[in-house]
């Protein structure tokens, strides 16, 4: 999808997003959790959340650690950080910029290192990762760690099989990423978090009528009619229930006098 056609679709989804990704109450503090975890977040952390959407995360996390400054939320789509709230409370600062604008030095950050960065579910939009990921590195602190949150190369999601297909054609393989994390000098681990997921069909059929996810808004209005007919034919159940799997790709940058 071409940058003005997908800033336009988080400018579309901005003001129902939280809304599809709240699936349940407990997934939003869970992930946060993992995340925290992941990155080992303390409250004297400068942290930056790069395509934070409308900070769900980061708000939810800030409420977990408690960070003595706040955590930065960076976003080129200036409708999805609107939903950090206005005015954005003191815990969360948005900045208007892509990935590419922090790892090129285009935008100035009211930290001049991080401790912790954190890119969830956006780094599919970074255009070329191995670059943009050498520059987001080169941001961190001594100690300091890049975690990146993405979904695996294969889901197991209940979606219609081409948008499935076509999920597979364009997902980056988490083991590459790990390989640009590494080549650009940092310690790297890669895992997978799973969560079970419940969601009432027709919320989760509304939700691909939304195009909740990116790649949905490479589809016709009538092959989308054509999809969810599919999946409501494959699932006659009531509810839902299905993994949701995630790799964690952590890369850390290793102590100045190691
Ligand atoms: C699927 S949403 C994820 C939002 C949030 N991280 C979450 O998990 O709820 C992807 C986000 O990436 C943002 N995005 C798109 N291109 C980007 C880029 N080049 N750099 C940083 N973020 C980008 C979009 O505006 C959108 O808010």
Known sequence: ???????????????????????????????????????????ADRIADIGSGTGLFARELASQVQPSRPI?????????????GTPPPPE??????????VA???????????????LKESVH??????????????????????LIVMLPAT???????????????????????????RRAGLETRLGHVEHELRIDRDRYL?????????LLSTFSETEIDEGVEEIRTAHPESVLVFPDRFAFVLGRRAEENA
């Open 155 to 181: 889901i197991r999601y209940p979606l219609f099989k081409a948008a499935l297909a076509r999920f597979e054609e364009l997902q980056p393989d988490p083991a590459l990423i790990e390989g640009h994390l």
């Open 92 to 101: 969360l600062t948005p900045v208007v910029a892509t990935a590419e604008d």
């Open 104 to 118: 090129e030095g285009q935008v100035r950050l009211p930290y001049p290192e991080l401790d912790a960065i954190w």
């Open 72 to 84: 930065l939320c960076v976003d080129p789509s200036e409708a999805m950080l609107r939903g950090l």
């Open 206 to 214: 509304g939700m691909v009528r939304a195009r909740y996810m990116s």
């Open 1 to 43: 999808m071409e940058r003005r056609e997908l800033r336009g679709h988080y400018d579309g989804l901005a003001a129902e997003y939280d809304e599809h990704w709240v699936y349940g109450p407990e997934y939003v503090p869970w992930m946060s959790g993992q995340i925290a975890e992941a990155l080992r977040l303390g409250p």
């Open 125 to 146: 939009h970074v255009v070329d990762p191995a670059h943009t990921l050498r520059g987001l590195a080169d941001r961190l602190a001594p100690g300091g760690r890049l």
